[in-house]
Every structure is written in C-alpha cells, then in structure tokens.
C-alpha cells in the first residue's frame, strides 16, 4: 500500500502537534508521502503563518516596519526547532528571506509560500525524510492553473528517488521557475497532485475535525458523521460551503478512483470520513445539508419580439467580461434570472448594470437582494420517486419561503433559495427531519 498524508495547518500548530505528526507517520510505513502546511493557529487569538506573511509583504511595501511580524513567525518555528530539538539550519533561511525583502527581489507569493517551506524543512528533519520542493513538482502555466502532464511526470521521477519525503504545500512554479500559490487552503491541492503523481493507493488527509457532517455543527448541535461520501456528492457540498477540504481537492483523484480518508491528528483511532468515486450501502435519503448566505438574483424581462435566448446570450457575456460567476439562472417565458454571489459582484456593480442597462431588448430589470442558497445532497435521491415532494413539504410544514429551486437531471443535488432569515432556520428543519430516517421507511 502507497499513501499520501497531509496534515493542515491547526495539526501543526504547537510542539504538541509535532508529536502526534511523528506518532502518526512513525506507526504508518506505508505512508511515502507527507505534504505539510504553514502552522496554523494554536487558539483563537493567535494568528496563522500565512497570514502573517501577507501583512509582513503590505507592511513592506508600504514602508512600515515588518519586523516585529516576521519575528512571530520566526517565533513559531524556532520553538518547534527547540522543543523537538530538530536539527535543521532554518535561521539561514530566515535571514535569506529577510534579505531579499530589504532588496525587494522576492514577489508576494513567493514570501507566503515560506510558510509551507518552513513547516516542510522542520518536518523532514523530524520525521527523517528527504525534502523535496514543490517547485520541482507542481507545475502551474502563466495563468495559474496546473500543468498535469509535467506535474505527474515530476512526481513520478521524484517517487523514484526518494522511497520517503516531505512536500510542502500550497505553491508550485510557473515555467520561468518564479513561485505559483493555489488559492487558500490550497495543501489539500499539492496532496491530490501528490497522490495522483505517486498513483497512490490511498490520501490521508488530516485536520482538526474527524471528517465531514451531515450539516454545519456551528447550526445544527452535534450532527450526524458522515462516514462515506462520493467525489461527485463532496464537490456539490464544498462548492455550497462545507469548508474541511478545499473544493479542488477532489479533480486530480477522479480518475485514478484515489479514495481520501479525512481523519483527525488529535483522534486518529476515530473512523473519519472516506470519499470516493462510489459509495455503497448507504440507508439515508440525504448525505449532507451545505449553504451560504449573501446571494444577489438579477431578474431581466425582455421585449416580447427579443428572442430570450440571444438576450441571455449578451447578458452571460457582460458577467463573464466582468469575471463575475454565476451560480444559476433560472428562466421562464419573459425573463431568466441570474443568480450571484454578493461578495464577487460589490466592487464592479454599478459599472455592470450600466453595460448591461445598453444591451437591446431588456424591457426591465429587477434584483432580489435577500437570497441564500442550500445545497442538499444525496445520491440516495436518485430514481426516488417522492424524494422531492418530501424535501419541499418540510419548508410548506415549517412556513419557509423558497424563492428559488434547482435540481439537475443527476438528481443528487438541489439547490434551493430562501431568504438570508430563513437560512439557519432551513438548515435545522431539513436536518431534524431527515438526520435519521432511512430510505427504507420512505
Ligand atoms: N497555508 C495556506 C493557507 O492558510 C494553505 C493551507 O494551509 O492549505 O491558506
């Protein structure tokens, strides 16, 4: 058995961590892999690596002193180096990046990805790993996006060199050799690329919590564990919210059918969560209840004589011109709506509608401010007649408005909008309704 593990940035937080990291990886020998992340927050009011380096790069280009920002960092590591009495020369590398800030020769994501360096120079020497560096491995084009081929081939060469290594996470190279980072969370990522590359048999991916949930335990208490999901079912609920792996984990694994298994460093006994390509033999109607609040849904009439599908065609175009992502559009004789996520549309509003008030044909336009939108989701849904019926009579039984509704041919996924009010209240009814009934008593 091959794995892959990577341990995020809150099982990496104190010296404490460190130990379960090493009683993990020590018991497991068919684990080849480690990806690590930046050292997280140790409690509430401490701050993550990554984030401090994002301040360390402003303050720096805004002539503000960094130093006692880059000194919290280096706090962090040199207390692990100590506690653990690791032997590894990190201060060089303190100073070396210093350095290159005062001379302005390093870019942005290149100082953030030290996190990630850092943790994985510490790690290897702790674990007695070799070291290898992302930037040989994951390779991303000038528009930030990976490079497969390449990134597999690298990790194919670099699994035959080292039987055992640390990989940190988070970042890769452009062709010019300059440093890429994934979006945030983004070690989830390099563990997907890692196993893919390593055509690993399983990834672990340890955090702080055992898994996935049938709903957010912040609104629902002590929710069902959801102890297997389908890749398919997962990118539904992480796409509407459901934060534990980053929503491009899963991409890389579908078609090698690499199975992660979510566990916790802090109670790596408990079963965790698997996710894969097929689950089976699960009893409930519902997997998982996901959603997020501050949706904005633009509704155009258009002039009876305008055909509706060439005015969707120019309206769609003036939200791609503006990089904005539709979530749904939902249609109906006269008028089609566009449903968008508040957040990614603030800053370029008034330019958008101003574009989108010249297009001929739009008779009127109208905008829903108050929309929040649930995913539930469930393969066990599928070819179930009455499964719908069931789910909606739990917003007509509790008084919920659903403003809107989505439920694609694949039928493990609906998408609803309530109003912002309704969100928490929506979630709890849904949950406290389905949680424990099986399918057999549909
Ligand atoms: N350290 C990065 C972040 O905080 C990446 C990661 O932890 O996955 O977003």
């Known amino acids: 058995m091959y794995k892959v593990c990577k341990f995020g940035g809150s099982s990496l937080a104190t ?27 140790a409690d509430k009011k401490d701050n993550k690596v990554t984030d401090l380096l ?10 503000v002193d960094y130093m006692p920002l880059f000194e919290q960092v280096e706090a962090k590591y040199l207390a692990i180096k100590k506690e653990l009495q690791i032997n590894v020369d990190i201060e060089s590398e303190f100073e070396d990046v210093k350095e290159r800030l005062d001379q302005d020769t390093i870019s942005e994501d290149e100082l953030v990805s030290r996190g990630e360096y850092f943790s994985a120079k510490l ?7 070799d070291f290898v560096d992302s930037m040989e491995l994951i390779n991303f084009d000038y528009n930030g996006k990976i490079v497969e081929p390449e990134t597999v081939e690298c990790i194919e060469r670099a ?20 440093i890429c980072l994934f979006s945030r969370g ?31 335990p912040k609104i629902v208490e002590n929710p069902r564990h959801i102890s297997q999901i389908s890749y398919d079912e997962l990118r539904e609920l992480s796409y509407m919210g459901a934060s534990v792996l980053h929503e491009e984990t899963i991409l890389p694994l579908m078609d090698e059918d690499i199975p992660i298994l979510v566990l916790n460093t802090n109670c790596p006994e408990q079963p965790g969560t698997w996710v894969k390509k097929a689950v089976q033999g699960r009893k409930h109607l519902i997997t998982g209840i996901s959603g997020k609040k501050g949706f904005l849904a633009i509704t155009f009439f258009k002039e009876r004589s305008i055909d509706k599908l060439s005015l969707m065609m120019k309206v769609l175009s003036v939200f791609r011109a503006y990089h904005v ?44 401010e108050d929309i929040a939108l649930l995913a539930v989701v469930g393969g066990n849904m599928v070819k179930k007649a009455g499964s719908l019926g069931r789910i909606m009579s739990v917003f007509g039984d509790n008084n919920i408005n659903i ?24 979630i709890k009814t849904l949950y406290a309704r389905f949680a424990h009934e099986k399918i057999n008593n549909a």
């Open 15 to 41: 010296a404490e961590e460190w130990k379960k990291v090493k009683d993990i990886v020590d018991h497991d020998d068919d684990l080849h892999i480690v990806v690590v992340s930046a050292i997280g927050k």
């Open 54 to 63: 994002y301040l360390i790069y402003q303050h720096h280009k805004y002539h």
């Open 123 to 129: 790690m290897a020497a702790y674990l007695g790993f």
């Open 159 to 178: 699994v035959s060199v080292h039987d055992y290594m640390v990989v940190p996470g988070f970042y890769g190279s452009y062709p010019n050799y300059k």
């Open 186 to 216: 983004g070690s989830d990522v390099t563990g997907s690329y890692m196993a893919k590359g390593a055509h690993a048999d399983l990834y672990e991916n340890f955090t702080d919590v055992s898994g996935f949930y049938m709903a957010d």
């Open 325 to 368: 992502p539709v979530e749904n559009i939902p249609t109906s004789i006269d008028s089609f709506c566009v449903v968008v996520e508040k957040n990614a549309i603030e800053e370029k509003y008034y330019d958008m509608i101003a574009d989108l008030k010249q297009i001929n044909g739009i008779a009127g336009i109208e905008e829903d």
């Open 403 to 426: 403003k809107l509704i989505d439920w694609g041919l694949e039928e493990y996924n609906i998408l609803l909008g309530v109003s912002n009010a309704d969100f928490e209240k929506s």
